[in-house]
């Protein structure tokens, strides 16, 4: 077994890649004071990493730099195991393409030194259909962001099934020594957790629009004047929870539970039995973290208002440049 | 035709219901300077609307009053009908149960003087179906709003089938005239558009718990540190013309079309047809407005601060009360 690198050991990145998530990944890792090295085989890659770094770092100087953080610490190379050489970790983030990553994670796993992480940006492929072509794939595993990788702070981590334990483990404290909110998935799942739950509502707004039910600038209205303003505060689980008042998740299943079997979107709802009932109210008690319904109304009235408000700057400051 | 009553002269609205949403709706509507009449049949609904408002209340305050707005321009009667009398609006938000709807709209509408709308907050019934008790049915219409009533804007209006062109529009004007964001749909879709998105999501999160894949946390915490902080700003067509890069939806739909067909959701995907695409790409184009990639990412740059910025302060503003 490899000893892993400790978090606070990592000191230089690999970014194979430097498309949008490349790119953003890029600058995350800089502005956390890191150095970058970055190979992306597209004409014009260097340019095109340059602008996407410039144009990141106002927002995370913004944020707030790491001491030492430099956005010119950052090197392109020829090869991608040229830009591996001498990283700490690696971070893919090639074309969404299954044969394109399986011949490209073998080349890196076989690059990267001992202890050294091989995490995939893929939006959806298990690693364990990633990483059949690799000699020795211990160290490759699943570490998704969403776009852009230097604001959002999700990271789904999951290893594949040749995946070694300690690589999964150190991708994660790796991730969350820089900031990142990490979930660590104990099982594959295509699409891992929050890709399926964006691409359901994708799919269905696809279907209407193929239909004539709604246009796209109303589907995005719908989302933006409606319930995308709960979302940053509480998840679809709490949001219900208070959506049920007084009564909280229980009273909301047993209130709205006929309506899992109205035509609301194409997507068949699951059985709702007394199982998956209690486990939702167990669910959200537990993300309510025993705080009385008051409170909770009370912090979400507080931050959808802030939300409003912060949304509404950010277009007018738009506006006046 | 009745002569509806223009937006501006709508002084008094009837609250039918008054849990969560009626309440909600009551506390919105004298915020903007409008007496409410109020009815529900449940025992002690009295106290729990006057607990709703006074809950709304420092919220409805920092976002702005209306001049003579007051808390207290609120009675509770004894009979839905003796409510309706002398409203010039009535807003119905009973329980979801589609055959306690049809007896208590046809109610209302026989109620409600000549000109008066009658909107009911229904989740997902379409009004041709609630409006087959009533012996006019002309000023019955959809107004579908989104919890907290009093602090999302979107508003869905939509008619049945024996609704009166004048109705839907005399609802669509009397909300965007009080500042809510509506849209106006012009055929009926179960669910309407927002709800559909959601109720995506929401199934999608049920199958995943029934299915031990995630618990009720990690759904939630993958949306709140993950795609949530983007939707208040851009909606999910835009969200992913941003995540095309410099080439926008066109490239976006082109690289991630195959993953359409991944099972990334257990719903199954439109097939991606090249008028799909097209209506895809001109309508992330129409919702840009025209404005070059750059702007659009720095536009939601500043969003997403500024919004993860608001949601910490909320949440720490509940840890020190």
Redesign the interface.
Known sequence: MSEPRAPHEIATVACIGA??IGGGWAAYFLSRGLAVRAWDPGPGAGDRLRRTVD??W??LT??GLAPGADPQAITLHPTAAEAVAGADFVQESA??DLELKRSLLAELAAAAGPGVVVASST??FPMSDMAVAAADPSALVVGHP???PY????V?VVGGRDSAPWAVDAAAAFYRHIGK?V?E?T?E??????????????????????AG????????????????????????????H?????GGMAHMLD??G???K????????????PG?RD??VA??G??AGG?PM??L???????????????A???A??DR?
């Open positions: 498309g949008v144009a990141a106002p927002a913004e944020l074309p969404e939006s959806g969403f776009n852009p604001l959002i702070p999700l789904e909110s979930i998935m099982r799942l295509p699409g891992f957790i929050a890709n399926r739950l964006q691409e359901a509502i994708w799919r269905e707004a696809l279907h209407m629009v193929a039910e709604a246009t796209p600038e109303e589907i995005d209205r719908s989302i933006t004047d409606g319930p995308g303003l709960r979302w940053p505060v509480h998840g679809p689980c709490l949001t219900f208070l959506a049920g008042g007084e209130h709205f006929p309506s899992l109205a035509p609301w979107t194409r997507l068949d709802a699951p059985e709702l039995t998956l486990d939702m669910g959200a537990r993300s705080r008051a409170e109304v009370a912090e979400r009235d507080r931050a959808v208002i802030a939300v409003r408000r912060a949304v700057a950010a277009r400051a738009g440049a």
